[in-house]
Nanobody
Framework: VQLQASGGGLVQAGGSLRLSCAASRRTFNMDGMAWFRQAPGKEREFVAAISRNGYNTHYADSVKGRFTISRNNAKSTVALQMDSLNSEDTAVYYC????????????????????WGLGTLVTVSS
C-alpha cells in the first residue's frame, strides 16, 4: 500500500490545518487508519485512529477536542482536521494503514500498522 500525505505547512498558534492521506490500496475499506507524529528529538507518538467502517475513533489526550480524524472509503482517503494548534503540535505527521479483521476495531499501536506514508511537516509558530 502506498500512502501519500499532504496538507502540512506553517501556521500560527491558534490556527488550523487539514491533513489528507491518499491510499493506493483497492481494499482501503479493509484497513484501519491512523495518524502518528514525530517532533524533533522525540519518539514517534500516536495522534488519532479510525476504524475500518469509520464509526469509531480514538485520540491521544493531547489532541482530544482539537483534532478530528475522518475517512472516505469511496475515495480511499483519510483526513486529520487540526484546530487550535499550538507549538507542541509541531512535528512530522505520518499516516498509517493496517489490515483490520473486524470493522469496528480501532488500533493505536504503531506495531499494528503495516504501511506508512513519508510524512508531512507541520510547523506551528508561537
Amino acid at each position: 500500500v502506498q500512502l501519500q500525505a499532504s496538507g502540512g505547512g506553517l501556521v500560527q498558534a491558534g490556527g488550523s490545518l487539514r491533513l489528507s492521506c491518499a491510499a493506493s490500496r483497492r481494499t482501503f475499506n479493509m484497513d484501519g487508519m491512523a495518524w502518528f507524529r514525530q517532533a524533533p528529538g522525540k519518539e514517534r507518538e500516536f495522534v488519532a485512529a479510525i476504524s475500518r467502517n469509520g464509526y469509531n475513533t480514538h485520540y491521544a489526550d493531547s489532541v482530544k477536542g482539537r483534532f478530528t480524524i475522518s475517512r472516505n472509503n469511496a475515495k480511499s482517503t483519510v483526513a486529520l482536521q487540526m484546530d487550535s494548534l499550538n507549538s507542541e503540535d509541531t512535528a512530522v505527521y505520518y499516516c498509517a494503514s493496517g489490515y483490520a479483521r473486524r470493522p469496528e476495531v480501532v488500533k493505536v499501536s504503531p506495531n499494528e500498522y503495516q504501511s506508512w506514508g513519508l510524512g508531512t511537516l507541520v510547523t506551528v509558530s508561537s
